[in-house]
């Protein structure tokens, strides 16, 4: 079954910068677009940052010239390199991608476990 792995989570300094990773694996046909979300303790989860195949990306405003959506195809991953990090950036973050899997009779939301990321003042 297709799966989404995370990694690259941790507890940083502020000011400091982390890189989250996310592998799509198992029967995979094609991926379309792929992204980052973040739920912080007491809030909704929200949008960080979204890629399409054709590379289009899309941030949150809180985001904006701090973090980096990329993705290798080939690879079937997703990155989101964060930097100068904020406390207010300390959330569960989550990888989401539209994936048509084999056999292919359409595309379905995926998403992984969720990696913690965790900036202290």
């Known amino acids: 079954q297709v799966q989404l792995v995370e990694s690259g989570g941790g507890l940083v300094q502020a000011g400091e910068s982390l890189r989250l990773s996310c592998a799509a694996s198992g029967s995979i046909f094609s991926i379309n677009a792929m992204g980052w979300y973040r739920q912080a303790p007491g809030k909704q989860r929200e949008l960080v940052a979204t890629i399409t195949r054709g590379v289009t990306t899309n941030y949150a405003d809180s985001v904006k010239g701090r973090f980096t959506i990329s993705r290798d195809n080939a690879k079937n991953t997703v990155y989101l390199q964060m930097n100068n990090l904020k406390p207010e950036d300390t959330a569960v973050y989550y990888c989401?991608?539209?994936?048509?899997?084999?056999?292919?009779?359409?595309?379905?939301?995926?998403w992984g476990q969720g990696t913690r990321v965790t900036v202290s003042s």
């Open positions: 989401n991608a539209d994936i048509f899997p084999i056999p292919v009779r359409g595309s379905y939301d995926y």
